[in-house]
């Protein structure tokens, strides 16, 4: 079946620093990629559409200067967090459609930690 | 933003028993999906619904969907331990946009 790898699965780092969380396809090519952020025990927010060869997607209230995607081949998309801050610890996932009828599939996770 | 309400929040239930969780949307969707999440880990699809179904079939699992209610209810029968994880429903609005609603938490006690 399609399936998004997604790494790191977790990483902690200092304030200040900034962290790239990468996302492939690794038996499909995905134009298009989603990139969700999930804090405990609450959903997925949608935080942006990582479009293939042009510019990122932001939803309303996401910093695009602060979560910098990069979507420069089809199977591959990256999420860099800069100058990360404690409040921006949370869980992030990727996301690609595979097919009209089978849906999505999701990347496995990742869990940053600011110290 | 959030499209989906989901009830039970968080649902107890004992090995065996059938499992009932609601989600209601609030706009028209192209189809409705349920995923599966387990602790600290990412989603698993299990089932699709499109707009012009009522209901569709997958192995313990049952899905509907009312378009008139806005309203879609995943079944679970016969559960088991290993189905303990947080359940969401997603509306497909069209425009390669997943909506997620906010979860119920299932906990089956063996």
């Known amino acids: 079946g399609a399936v998004v790898s997604q790494h790191p699965s977790w990483v902690i780092c200092k304030s200040g620093t900034s962290v790239k969380i990468e996302c492939r396809s690794l038996?499909?090519?995905?134009?298009?990629m989603f990139w969700y952020r999930q804090f405990p025990k609450q959903s997925l927010m949608l935080m942006a559409t990582s479009n293939e060869g042009s510019k990122a997607t932001y939803e309303q209230g996401v910093e695009k200067d602060k979560f910098l995607i990069n979507h420069a081949s089809l199977t591959l998309s990256t999420l860099t967090v800069t100058s990360a801050h404690p409040e921006d610890s949370s869980f992030y996932i990727c996301?690609?459609?595979?097919?009209?009828?089978?849906?999505?599939?999701f990347g496995s996770g990742t869990r940053l930690t600011v110290v | 933003s959030q499209q989906g309400e989901e009830d039970p929040q968080a649902l107890s239930i004992q090995e065996g028993e059938n499992a009932t969780m609601n989600c209601s949307y609030k706009?028209?969707?192209?189809?409705l999906q349920w995923y599966r999440q387990n602790s600290g880990r990412g989603l698993v699809h299990l089932i699709l619904i499109r707009s012009n179904e009522r209901e569709k079939h997958s192995g313990r699992l049952r899905v509907t969907l009312d378009t008139s209610k806005k309203s879609s209810s995943l079944l679970i029968t016969a559960s088991r331990a290993a189905d303990t994880a947080s359940y969401f429903c997603a509306t497909d609005l069209g425009g390669n946009k997943l909506v997620f609603g906010a979860g119920t938490i299932l906990r089956v006690k063996s």
């Open positions: 706009t028209s969707i192209n189809n």
């Open positions: 996301s690609a459609r595979v097919s009209l009828h089978y849906g999505y599939t």
């Open positions: 038996d499909f090519q995905a134009t298009t």
